[in-house]
């Protein structure tokens, strides 16, 4: 099994490259319109957002910092194909200009362009970041009146183009059933708000870097692509920044294609690169540990489970995890072009292979429970992985 990724390093900010239609999933976290960190981006581009801001136009720069976005937004509508979906993160800004302090609404600005273009929303996910000190505070502080509410969410937005994905042929359902989540999985991801993943700041060596960048976390991205798409399928991402997309797509055995302006970002998107296998092996071993961990103590509560996985062997909660396979990548080759190709192991991980029927009766509980879950501590912890 392989999978191709290149990034494309254009200062046009289209797509021309993608053909319509071609394109399973669009996960990305644009440059976010009103926060001072991004403004010469939008200002390079159209010269008019500085000087109303300089006038002290703020919701007039914040428009044309939308109408730059709204071309992305209807070449990602273009090479959707029918029952793709775009996962857009975005933060709403806050921000005082000629002494007024103001909400510039990114989010439904985002949304309501995206309906004109006839995207079907659906329900959208609040990741809680939680970055912000508890004693932070805006306005007037403990007097009444004055003060503001600090943001610490984000949105993801979800929208589908057309109806419901069809799998018709026999080798796309197969792939489906093996791109399955776990039970406890879905029911975690396909909350509407997220609590579990943390804003962090990014540890890049170059300083420049960290100045013009925002990377969302390699957990919220991963996840995205494992929710929204099947293994090879292709992801792609507009504003790719310092590469996470990339990062994630490479190990979720998905295929991709990057955009970004900068090219300044390119050699962090590199080493970024170089971080895939330990990275892949980290978070699929997790999957998995965290997987043990949850069907020990389920049916310590509960009894023995019902089904049981073909790779692995271990329970799980439906028949439709009986084909569940997390498929670890092996190498990269680099090639002509910002191009990587990507193969994979097409066999479950050794680790996991073993006889788990002494789990599925009475013993769980007991001497045999106990080892399973000495096995799952054993593997990676769930904190949030460090990526350079």
Partial sequence: MKTEHRTIFSDSGNM???ADQSTDLVVTSPPYPMVEMWDNIFADQDPSIKKNLKKGKGFAAFEKMHALMDRTWKDVYRVLKPGGFACINIGD???TINEKFCLYPNHSRILAFALELGFSPLPCILWRKQTNAPNKFMGSGMLPAGAYVTLE???ILILRKGGKREFKRAEDKSGRRESALFWEERNL???????????SRQALADKETRKRSAAFPFELVYRLINMYSVKGDLVVDPFLGIGTTA??????ARNFTGYEI???LENTNGELKKNLIPTARQVIDRRLSDHIDFVVRRMQDKGPLKHRNQHYGFPVITAQEKELLINTPLGTQMGDGN?????????????????WTEISGETVGGVAGEKIVKLSKKMPSNGQMSLF
């Fill in 93 to 95: 800004a806050t921000r």
């Fill in 16 to 18: 021309k490259e993608l």
């Fill in 339 to 355: 191009r990587t190709v990507v193969t994979y192991d097409e066999a479950p991980q050794e680790a996991f292979c073993r006889d």
């Fill in 262 to 264: 900068d090219p300044g």
């Fill in 189 to 199: 991801w396909f909350s509407d708000v997220w609590f579990d993943i943390k804003g």
């Fill in 247 to 252: 990062l994630a797509a490479m190990a979720a």
């Fill in 153 to 155: 969410h984000e949105y």
